[in-house]
């Protein structure tokens, strides 16, 4: 289910130009690197020009990449599908969880932002 978080973009993209609207650009914010647990990971951060919409795709090691919308959160920086996973970044640190089968976001790996 990676590809749901493609999809939610990909979808609110062609809903606004279903409307008539011109498409907004894509603005690259950020880009950062992350490792731990054995894993490093590279991290783009991206907006839409308008600022409606803010993403990052994260791209692993073997080449595999997941891109995530940006979700309500208390407290850092929360990125998720809402059905699989979840990236949340706090300050340095990068949590990465996925939803368990009880429904409850579970921590896969605890990453730090290289310098």
């Known amino acids: 289910m990676r590809i749901s978080g493609k999809i ?12 008539g609207t011109k498409l907004p650009t894509v603005k690259l914010l950020a880009t950062a690197q992350y490792e731990g647990d054995g894993i490093t990971a590279s991290v783009n951060f991206y907006q839409l020009a308008d600022g409606s919409l803010s993403f990052i795709k994260v791209i692993l090691p073997d080449g595999s990449s997941i891109t995530l919308p940006q979700a309500v959160s208390a407290s850092g920086t929360r990125y998720t599908d809402g059905i699989q996973d979840e990236y949340w970044f706090k300050g340095e640190d990068l949590y990465i969880s996925t939803l368990d089968e009880a429904g409850q976001w579970t921590k896969r790996n605890e990453l730090k932002q290289k310098r």
């Open 8 to 19: 939610i973009i990909c979808g609110a993209i062609l809903a606004l130009a279903s409307c």
